[in-house]
């Protein structure tokens, strides 16, 4: 089972289950399009995710789960790990 987040949301979970089904590097937009949600509001939870390890930016607009998310996703972390500094 996997942990509770407080900073994450539903579209956080939903991102990395889909570069984890169809195991590619994509940009927000594309993560966007095949979720359904803005690709403004995803490319600032993509980043959101890259600061906390669950993805990594490959290149300017592009991202690939790290080994974190895809344990995250195995319900294999604990949710003390994916704490984030809050600005």
């Known amino acids: 089972m996997r942990p509770r987040v407080d900073w994450m949301?539903?579209?956080?979970?939903?991102?990395?289950?889909?570069?984890?089904?169809?195991?590619?590097?994509?940009?927000?937009?594309?993560?966007?399009?095949n979720i359904d949600y803005t690709g403004e509001y995803i490319s600032r939870r993509c980043r959101k995710l890259a600061e906390a390890g669950l993805l990594q930016r490959v290149d300017a607009s592009n991202y690939r789960l790290t080994s974190l998310g895809d344990?995250?996703?195995?319900?294999?972390?604990?949710s003390g790990e994916l704490e984030l500094d809050e600005d």
């Open 9 to 33: 949301s539903k579209a956080d979970e939903r991102v990395l289950e889909f570069l984890q089904e169809k195991d590619i590097i994509a940009s927000p937009s594309v993560i966007a399009a």
């Open 71 to 78: 344990r995250f996703l195995e319900g294999e972390v604990e």
